[in-house]
Each structure stands twice: as structure tokens, then as C-alpha cells.
């Protein structure tokens, strides 16, 4: 179940123009050098993964942008923090983002926002991420999805 996960993950980040950071067990680390590329490369994760046929369970996905600083071929800072919460408030099969991409993304009609209520996560005592759901905009109304 894990390699299914991880040759897919790997293979649809590098389609996306994602460069793939580390894979930690049933989780994929990946950056991409432009908003819409991650924003779509999430998308198409949480797509894929609803595939009950692939054998692996639905994935959470979370985005944050911003500044990151690359050492030793990882991938450190707020953003990368961030990006990991917001994985662990999105429900199965969806994109939570955090503020900084929604507002890159506000203007583009490709992509449907919903913004969720504001979320405490751990590692961050007093910040309240606020995240929103993202969704292709032609799936928007049937989709429950970030």
C-alpha cells in the first residue's frame, strides 16, 4: 500500500512541476516553484487518491505558501509547518491552504475557495491558521473538498 502511494504521489508531483522533497512513510513532501503548480498538484492528489482501486486510503492534503529555506535537499520554515497542519485538519481527499495561497488564488477562477473556520493546531499556541478549502471551480458545487 505504501509504494502504491508512494510511485503515484511521486509520479503526479513531478507531472505537476513539483520537485518531490522526501516521502515520510505514508506522506509526500513537495515544493513547487509557483502557486497555481502547487494549488493544481494538490488538486490532482486528492483526485487520484479517491480512487478506491489504487488500495490506499484517502489522503489529506495540505498547502501553505510562502518563503522556505533549503538545506541538505529538505525544505524548512513557517510555510513547511504550516503546510503540515493544515494536512492534519483536511478531511480525506481534500486540500486545506493557508492564507497566503488563498489570496494568490482569490483572483484565478480556476480554483473555488471556502473559507473554513479559523483551526488551532498543534505547535502553535496562540495562531489560529486560517485556512480554506480549495476546489477546481468546475467541481465546486459537488464537492465537499478544500
Same mark, same amino acid.
Given at each position: 500500500?505504501?509504494? #502504491?502511494?508512494?510511485?503515484?504521489? !511521486?509520479?503526479? /508531483? /513531478?507531472?505537476?512541476?513539483?520537485?518531490?522533497?522526501?516521502?515520510? &512513510?505514508?506522506?509526500?513532501?513537495?515544493? #513547487?516553484?509557483?502557486?497555481?503548480?502547487?494549488?493544481?498538484?494538490?488538486?490532482?492528489?486528492?483526485? /487520484?487518491?479517491?480512487?478506491?482501486?489504487? &488500495?490506499?486510503?484517502?489522503?489529506? *492534503?495540505?498547502? +501553505?505558501?510562502?518563503?522556505?529555506?533549503?538545506? +541538505?535537499?529538505? *525544505?524548512?520554515? +513557517?510555510?513547511?509547518?504550516?503546510?503540515?497542519?493544515? =494536512?492534519?485538519?483536511?478531511?480525506?481527499? =481534500? /486540500? *486545506?491552504?493557508?492564507?497566503? !495561497?488563498?489570496? *494568490?488564488?482569490?483572483?484565478? #477562477?480556476?480554483?473555488?475557495?471556502?473559507? !473554513?473556520?479559523?483551526?488551532?493546531?498543534?505547535?502553535?499556541?496562540?495562531?489560529?491558521?486560517?485556512?480554506?478549502?480549495?476546489? +477546481?471551480?468546475?467541481?465546486?458545487?459537488?464537492? #465537499?473538498?478544500?
Amino acid at each position: 500500500m505504501i509504494s #502504491s502511494f508512494e510511485s503515484n504521489a !511521486l509520479a503526479l /508531483v /513531478v507531472q505537476g512541476g513539483g520537485r518531490v522533497v522526501k516521502t515520510l &512513510g505514508d506522506s509526500v513532501m513537495f515544493v #513547487s516553484d509557483h502557486a497555481v503548480k502547487a494549488a493544481t498538484i494538490g488538486l490532482t492528489l486528492a483526485e /487520484v487518491f479517491e480512487d478506491e482501486t489504487l &488500495g490506499v486510503p484517502p489522503v489529506h *492534503v495540505g498547502i +501553505a505558501y510562502g518563503p522556505a529555506l533549503t538545506r +541538505a535537499g529538505d *525544505v524548512f520554515g +513557517a510555510a513547511v509547518n504550516i503546510a503540515s497542519r493544515a =494536512t492534519s485538519v483536511a478531511r480525506p481527499n =481534500t /486540500v *486545506v491552504i493557508d492564507r497566503g !495561497l488563498a489570496e *494568490v488564488l482569490a483572483e484565478d #477562477s480556476r480554483f473555488a475557495l471556502r473559507k !473554513l473556520r479559523p483551526q488551532r493546531v498543534r505547535g502553535y499556541e496562540n495562531l489560529q491558521v486560517d485556512v480554506r478549502r480549495l476546489a +477546481a471551480a468546475d467541481a465546486a458545487g459537488a464537492c #465537499s473538498c478544500i
